[in-house]
């Protein structure tokens, strides 16, 4: 007995032995110590900074930033969140440091879906390579997509648990699906959950089909009457994150919509609730860029490629006369990519060898899986190409629901990602069965040669002969060369041609390559077919030729140079001589506008260590981004008053940071006289333009009612002061002998804020489009701002009990399978198949 569990046991600890190991060489600088350094989490760190450390001083849950954007709430950000079940996150990862836990679950999840399937263990070791080195994954990985990437890895075990249940295994299949569904929706990139509920749409379609041929339509329904119930309870563990979120998204530019009516919403660009279409098609595929799966550099790979001294720039640059030093360090970071995407940090490469299998399944795998499967696919592709087939994409942003809510169709790729190395396995594993008699697979083989090698071919003879341009429609690499060479065409044309040549290089290279690994993988097959390679070989052969083919990739994008030491890593969040200066200030709220940044609204490092009129987040409150439109942008001096700037950093005379203290800031808040009343949100914003927000309020005539009847102004010694700040109170002390409006420079945001005169309720008016107004009786008070959304509170209650219920369920379903498995003995456990 004991003998017969090592049988079945060992060769899953060995393949994870094998990822562990991948993992850790592929990351191998982390074993020095080493710390990945990637911009998105660096922006991430900024935005949360204030947050974090206030949750650190204090043990409460910040739900509010100042951080940012002059204030919006933290949920995107960073929310602590009692998810017990989230426990189960953390044994997966074996505590392993970052990046190697990404490259490890990854592997692990497709693995996992692999066995399920009754795959052979050593093919399902080949497919879990290929997925988590698909070249998606690690380049988001150097990103900083985190949450992207967790989610992706848990794609497949909530296949594979879809699949447990459709197999009558109700009770472990569908706490399988609900743990890993959870752990995917507790990541928080709804776009990836989005997806995933695509794949098993489809799977659902096909499992209908099934039973009606199969004339087991009664387990079908139970089984998935199983599914949606342990799919909804998988939200339950999620709810504050949702919820909160749901709200939250009402009222920023993704979900919600702005009240300004411009051109863009009359020309149909805007989507009622949804992102604008040019802002969310930016990054669409290109149709034939569909072939970087199987040729990484067909469209130059990224915008920074290092070409090399060997390249035409090169030998051009140092020709007209640049230092090599110069004309090197210039090669290194090379716009190579010439694609209609506005930049990319490289292609989506799923492995030549990898897709030489896939094309194989498609005449191999004769179950009727085969074809949600292709259908997945198809989608995922046809779903990147993004506005390159508008009349499908543009149907489907508009009727799909919350599907406007998303932008960078690329995502969608995560599609045939995951279907790629699942049916190239699957073909794989049909090989290694001998499942098929010799003539017909070497008919199959050859076929499937003529194909993938014939298109590498031709991208060679393209490469040559002119076929494709490849110039980028708006290509700044040339746009760089005419600014630069402005009084020498020549020169110009040398450069561009020089350009060109570097790019139909890279094709060329590139296809060569995976012409090689295309013959490799099918010289493979073809001696295992007729027993001139022994199995064991074959497979290692295949592993090897699959990790080295991706490995190479892989490592142009995600390599030691996106590592560096823990003390250059925290360097990057040292404070300047010039935020140094700053925080010497007492006041402990006030803000700052870099407009030493590039984009000011693109910049999270001034978030890292002030209250920032800027910031970085994809999802800013659409009150807040229509000021930066149509104010802030123009330089309103009066709105960045009014937004309480007290510092502006700025290029002093030499270029070097410096700053200017703003005597115009009217701090955090201030009473007022008078009344400008606006028919409408464009009237509003419009009277921002001349106003004296010391003294007049802007307010918008659908919030007369609020005002009606009351009387007000100020008097010569009539104040407010801030008393005691915090994430999410804040008190103020208030003095003026008669009724008062006042204003407070905190940004409007109704799901939540509430203010409290005396210990009384009071009322918060929207003023000035996006701040509060107070109506404040006479005399001397007490106020109180509490921000305290029924969506977080209850929201964590149902949070914490329902993931604690998810652990006496999985607890519950494993103690079931284990009695099962005493009971039948490990002899006679053969996994059920439907293919």
């Not at 140094?580 to 910049?603: G, T």
Request: proline residues 5%.
């Amino acid at each position: 007995m004991k003998s017969n569990w090592l049988k079945i046991i060992l060769p899953h600890v060995y393949a994870i032995l094998i990822f562990l190991a991948l993992a850790f060489l592929f990351c191998s600088p982390v074993m020095e110590g080493m710390e990945l350094r990637q911009t998105d989490n660096i922006a991430w760190k900024g935005a949360q900074q204030e947050a974090s450390e206030y949750h650190h001083k204090t043990g409460i849950a910040p739900l509010w930033t100042n951080s940012m954007f002059s204030g919006m709430p933290t949920y995107l950000i960073m929310m602590p969140i009692k998810n017990y079940a989230y426990y189960i996150h953390n044994i997966l990862t074996l505590g392993l440091p970052k990046p190697v836990d990404f490259m490890f679950l990854g592997m692990l999840g497709f693995y996992f879906l692999l066995s399920v399937m009754g795959f052979r263990t050593w093919v399902s070791v080949i497919g879990a390579i290929g997925f988590a080195f698909s070249s998606f994954y690690p380049i988001s990985i150097a990103a900083g997509h985190d949450t992207k990437i967790l989610s992706m890895a848990y794609m497949a075990p909530v296949i594979a648990g879809i699949i447990i249940t459709y197999r009558g295994r109700l009770l472990l299949g569908g706490i399988i699906t609900s743990i890993m569904l959870c752990m995917l929706i507790a990541n928080n990139h709804y776009q990836i959950v989005y997806y995933t509920l695509i794949i098993a749409l489809a799977m659902g379609i096909g499992y209908l089909v099934h039973a009606i041929r199969s004339g087991t339509l009664p387990q079908f329904i139970k089984a998935t009457l199983v599914l949606i119930a342990f799919g909804i309870f998988s939200l339950l563990p999620s709810t504050v994150s949702l919820w909160t979120t749901y709200e939250y998204s009402q009222y920023t530019m993704r979900g919600g919509h702005s009240e300004l009516v411009d051109e863009n919403a009359a020309a149909g660009n805007k989507t009622k609730n949804g992102l604008d279409k040019d802002y969310a098609f930016r990054w669409s595929m290109g149709i034939m860029e569909t072939f970087t799966t199987l040729v990484p550099d067909l469209y130059g790979g990224s915008n920074g490629e290092n070409i090399g001294t060997s390249s035409k720039t090169y030998q051009n640059l140092t020709a007209i006369g640049n230092p090599p030093a110069q004309a090197e360090q210039f090669t290194q970071h090379f716009p190579l990519y010439w694609g209609p995407q506005p930049f990319t940090e490289g292609p989506v490469y799923f492995g030549a060898a990898m897709m030489f299998l896939f094309v194989l399944s498609l005449f191999v795998i004769k179950s009727w899986h085969k074809w949600w499967m292709l259908a997945v696919a198809v989608i995922g592709l046809v779903l990147a190409w993004g506005n390159h087939f508008p009349a499908f994409n543009y149907f489907l942003f508009d009727h799909l629901p919350m599907y406007n809510k998303f932008r960078a169709p690329t995502m969608a790729l995560v599609l045939p990602m995951l279907i790629v190395p699942l049916m190239g396995c699957w073909a794989l594993n049909e090989i290694v069965q001998e499942k098929y008699n010799k003539a017909e697979l070497l008919k199959v083989l050859k076929n499937t040669f003529y194909i993938t090698a014939g298109l590498c071919a031709l991208f060679i003879l393209a490469s040559w002969g002119g076929f494709f341009e490849l110039m980028a429609p708006n290509d700044q690499m040339k746009a760089q060369y005419e600014q630069i060479f402005a009084k020498n065409p020549e020169v110009i044309k040398q450069m561009v041609d020089a350009m060109v040549a570097d790019r139909a290089a890279a094709l060329r290279a590139d296809a060569f390559r995976s012409l090689v690994l295309v013959a490799l993988i099918a010289g493979f097959i073809w001696m295992l077919v007729n027993q001139k390679l022994k199995l064991p070989l074959f497979l290692f052969l295949t592993a090897l030729v699959v990790t080295v083919d991706l490995f190479q990739v892989d490592k142009r994008y995600l390599n030691k140079d996106n590592f560096s030491t823990v003390a250059d890593y925290s360097n990057i969040f040292a404070p300047s001589a010039v935020d140094l200066a700053i925080k010497q200030d007492p006041d402990p709220y006030y803000r700052v506008f870099n407009v030493m940044s590039k984009d000011p609204f693109s910049d999270a490092l001034t978030s890292y260590h002030h209250k920032s009129i800027g910031g970085y987040h994809a999802a800013k409150l659409n009150l807040y981004q229509d000021l930066i439109e149509h104010q802030i942008y123009k330089n309103n001096i009066q709105v960045l008053n009014m937004l309480n700037a007290k510092y502006f950093i700025m290029p002093d005379q030499q270029g070097q940071p410096a700053y200017q203290q703003n005597p115009g800031a009217l701090g955090n808040a201030w009473f007022v006289n008078g009344i400008t009343w606006a028919d409408n949100a464009n009237a509003e914003m419009s009277a921002l333009d001349h106003f004296n927000p010391k003294d007049t309020v802007v307010i918008d005539k659908r919030f007369e009612n609020n005002l009606k009847g009351y009387t007000f102004g100020k008097d010569s010694t009539s104040h407010i002061k801030l008393t005691e700040y915090g994430l999410n109170t804040l008190k103020y002390t208030s003095s003026n002998k008669q009724n008062g409006l006042a204003v407070f420079s905190e940004i409007y945001y109704p799901a939540g804020w509430n203010v409290y005169i005396d210990g009384k309720q009071g009322e918060i008016i929207r003023v000035d489009y996006a701040l509060r107004g107070v109506k404040i009786p006479a005399g001397d008070h007490n106020i109180e701002m509490r921000f305290a959304p029924r969506s977080y509170y209850v929201g964590s209650m149902i949070t914490t009990y329902s993931s604690i219920v998810m652990w006496i369920l999985l607890i519950a379903a494993l103690a079931i399978e284990i009695r099962k498995k005493l009971k039948a003995g490990p002899a006679n456990d053969t996994a059920k198949k439907d293919n």
